[in-house]
């Protein structure tokens, strides 16, 4: 769901910060092939998922809500982060209106770290981080396996926590320690 949760962040960050109103263009996350390609019909910026590894980052501290119905609180371990590898292109008319569109799209993805939160999903249990460009990312190769012509395009790694679901109860709060103490002396004489 973590993966759904990124893409809507994403399309939500492109329609109201390039703008890219809905009545005027698409943002879509199909593989850029021939076929795919030959169907268009209005601009489009298109966010192509070519991987998911886990990141190196390190993961959040364990997660803790609150029981259901007023129930025990519940507690989650902490979640691997992942990173997810897009390739971002601008589809229009022309190679000139391409251009423009891949151009203002990178300037507004070069200055954003994270997806603010109010664009994504209520329910997803992490911050989404943003990195443009990625110096192993193989363009060509990306586009060949594709199935489409190279054209010009950036590499975007969004990194996330993965949700899993399992939740357990959570141990009470210790309430009281309490230590019972003898001296040595007492001891020897006991």
Do not use: C
Not at 13 to 35: I, K
Not at 73 to 91: D, I, T
Not at 112 to 128: Q, T
Request: net charge negative; charged share 20%.
């Amino acid at each position: 769901m973590f993966i759904s949760h990124v893409d809507t962040g994403l399309e939500r960050l492109l329609r109201r910060q390039l703008p890219l109103p809905e009545d005027v263009g698409d943002v879509s996350f199909d593989p850029p092939s021939r076929t795919w390609s030959a169907q268009l019909s209005r601009i489009n910026v298109n966010l192509f998922l070519y991987d998911v590894q886990r990141s190196a980052h390190p993961g959040g501290p364990p997660q803790v809500r609150p029981g259901e119905n007023g129930g025990r609180p519940e507690r989650r371990a902490p979640q691997p982060m992942l990173q997810l590898g897009y390739l971002v292109s601008a589809w229009a008319g022309t190679a000139r209106d391409e251009h423009q569109l891949l151009g203002d799209v990178i300037s507004l993805l070069s200055g954003v770290e994270l997806i603010p939160p109010d664009l994504l999903p209520d329910d997803l249990s992490s911050s989404v981080r943003l990195i443009l460009g990625d110096p192993a990312n193989l363009p060509r190769e990306i586009w060949s396996a594709a199935g489409g012509s190279l054209k010009a395009s950036v590499s975007l790694q969004a990194t996330v926590a993965a949700d899993s679901f399992e939740w357990a109860p959570q141990a009470p709060a210790v309430a009281r320690i309490q230590a019972i103490a003898r001296r040595m002396v007492d001891q020897q004489h006991a």
